[in-house]
């Protein structure tokens, strides 16, 4: 069973940066469609951004767009999600997945990791 592993949350004052990383036990993520998600207290889990399997197309949340870079080693099979200018709305539990191709939010795997905390003070 894969497990997702996300890391790199904590605690930003508004408009600092933080970059998460997202790993894979018991499967590498070097061969998917892989997408950040998050889900506010509340709210609904969203998509926040994915990016194809070589890394050569992305795609973003508009809530997001200009402030958020999804990247990926294919090396170290990690999946990243650089954000700066954070905001206060950017407050939130941040996951990854697999999804099931290019062009969709839908995921490939139906259980989520623990995901990584990403808090911003204003």
């Known amino acids: 069973q894969v497990q997702m592993v996300e890391s790199g949350g904590g605690l930003v004052q508004a408009g600092g940066s933080l970059k998460l990383s997202c790993a894979a036990s018991?499967?590498?993520?070097?061969?998917?469609?892989m997408g950040w998600f998050r889900q506010a207290p509340g709210k609904e889990r969203e998509f926040v951004a994915g990016?194809?399997?070589?890394?050569?197309?992305?795609d973003y949340a508009d809530s997001v767009k200009g402030r958020f870079t999804i990247s990926r080693d294919n090396v170290k099979a990690t999946v990243y999600l650089q954000m700066v200018n954070l905001k206060a709305e950017d407050t939130a539990v941040y996951y990854c997945?697999?999804?099931?191709?290019?062009?969709?939010?839908?995921?490939?795997?139906?259980?989520w990791g623990q995901g990584t905390q990403v808090t911003v003070s204003s």
């Open positions: 990016i194809s399997w070589s890394g050569g197309n992305t």
């Open positions: 997945n697999a999804l099931v191709r290019w062009g969709t939010s839908k995921v490939l795997y139906d259980y």
């Open positions: 018991g499967r590498t993520l070097s061969r998917y469609v």
